[in-house]
């Protein structure tokens, strides 16, 4: 055990993942992760019907040893639980579906697959209830809420890495440790060997290349915790900022690290005071602030015309935050798409909404959206900041006779401002999850994530996906 003397930030982190236990969970962050949990499963389910999923399953079926944790989406087939971990984790992120925190990250998609693959790893004496899973899986979402809010950096839309690489490995990390019950010295260990293998930069952003973030998130905080539980020893250093000798502040340009406290009765989880957003459609949440703006001026030009007719537009006018990656004029790939505010904005104005087929091919290369999108202009207003909180979108149409119709979004419907209410998750997550299961496997799955706390054996969980 570390003593008072030897307390720092490394060990307070390893201490508190350690010792807290599920009645530090208050009711909402209960209720929070659970829906967390649900979503994360839906958007898996969906994203193993893509392409990048299919290329990863394909290669890590080339390694069947060990064959115990499930698969999204793939009913009796088996991976090892790094790889299933790994796969999932693809899986999850591969439409950019998944949930977005703030500090911006994709907390869920980084822990969520390395908690299944690992409750199905470990022997029937000693499966974890779902609890246990559940209080693990809030382990790994406070660890990287806690590290992002050591960094001005990293509240703001990111240039560098990833954040999901650099705090989901590990959030992923804690989280394995917490459910393989990890002795102190051992979480910080796990800690440590997970900055070993953290970070991806953001130039694989709106590539296929992107979703292994996640997937390597996942998998390599799972084995940082596995090779920690071996005796595998690490800097126990690595959260400290040590002049001179990097450790995980490597990551970050103003990285200013604090002791976590050891969970007392007051203690609150950073997920009761700051919920995540959840997408509608699947794309950068960027893009749903300039897609809910494009629908609100669409509506405007419909009453104001009588019918959208792309004719009638001289000019449309984007105001945005600067954000380079996502800031693409003439996309050519599904995943370029999903990353470009000026697609997402032409495809509200002519569809309404974005849909989960508005980025096949067919939709992305029409030649009404390359007219629209040809006359797509950019500015970045000074007020609009290029972070996931302070953000807005607007669009204004220059019409040909020389009147200008506009408008805005502030906070979308998902935004924590406006969170989606349970009908609408449950609607999401239904559409998922029955691209690949059965509506009574989808409801099944939705009565277990509600009820986790009452579940025996969290493997069940895994085996119904």
């Not at 559409?431 to 706390?453: G, Q, R």
Request: aromatic share 8%; charged share 15%; net charge neutral.
């Amino acid at each position: 055990m570390w003593t008072a003397a030897e307390e720092t930030v490394t060990s307070s982190f390893a201490s508190f993942i350690h010792g807290v236990q599920p009645e530090h969970l208050s009711e909402v962050v209960r209720h929070r992760s659970k829906r967390m949990i649900l979503d994360s499963i839906g958007v898996g389910l969906v994203g193993s019907t893509t392409r990048v999923f299919n290329i990863a399953l394909r290669y890590c079926q080339l390694y069947a040893s060990n064959a115990v944790s499930s698969v999204y989406g793939r009913k009796g087939l088996k991976l090892s639980p790094t790889l299933a971990a790994f796969t999932n984790g693809i899986a999850t992120h591969s439409m950019d579906f998944d949930d977005t925190w703030h500090p911006a990250t994709h907390p869920s998609g980084a822990v969520l697959p390395a908690l299944l693959a690992a409750s199905q790893m470990l022997p029937p004496s000693s499966k974890p209830n779902g609890l246990d899973f559940l209080l693990a899986f809030n382990v790994g979402i406070e660890v990287q809420g806690r590290l992002m809010r050591f960094s001005t950096e990293a509240h703001n839309i990111p240039n560098r890495f990833h954040p999901p690489s650099v705090v989901g490995t590990m959030g992923s990390a804690a989280a394995t440790a917490k459910l393989l019950s990890l002795n102190v010295t051992q979480c910080a260990h796990a800690l440590a060997i997970a900055a070993s293998l953290a970070g991806a930069p953001m130039a694989n952003a709106a590539t296929q290349a992107k979703p292994l973030h996640i997937g390597n998130a996942t998998r390599l905080g799972l084995e940082a915790a596995l090779l920690a539980a071996r005796g595998m020893e690490a800097s126990p250093l690595i959260l400290d900022d040590i002049p001179g000798c990097s450790g995980f502040s490597a990551f970050y340009g103003d990285y200013r690290p604090k002791p976590l406290p050891l969970p007392a009765s007051s203690h609150k989880f950073l997920l009761e005071k700051q919920d995540v957003a959840f997408k509608r459609f699947p794309a950068h949440l960027g893009m749903h602030w300039i897609v809910d703006a494009a629908a609100s001026v669409r509506n405007l030009l419909i009453n104001y015309s009588g019918s959208f007719s792309p004719s009638l537009i001289r000019a449309i006018l984007l105001r945005i935050p600067v954000s380079k990656y996502i800031n693409r004029p003439f996309p050519e790939s599904e995943h370029q798409a999903r990353h470009s505010f000026q697609f997402n904005a032409c495809t509200a104005l002519l569809d309404g909404e974005v849909y989960l087929n508005s980025f096949t091919d067919g939709c992305i290369h029409r030649q009404e959206l390359m007219e629209l999108l040809a006359k797509v202009l950019v500015e970045h207003p000074e007020d609009n900041i290029a972070n996931f909180d302070k953000m807005y979108g607007e669009v204004a149409l220059v019409l040909e006779n020389g009147d200008v119709l506009t408008g805005r979004c502030d906070t979308f419907y998902g935004h924590w401002r406006k969170p989606l209410s349970r009908e609408s998750l449950l609607k999401k997550f239904q559409s998922n999850a029955s691209h690949v299961l059965p509506e009574d496997k989808v409801n099944s799955i939705i009565t277990t994530v509600e009820n986790l706390e009452n579940l025996s054996d969290s493997s069940q969980l895994a085996s119904s996906l």
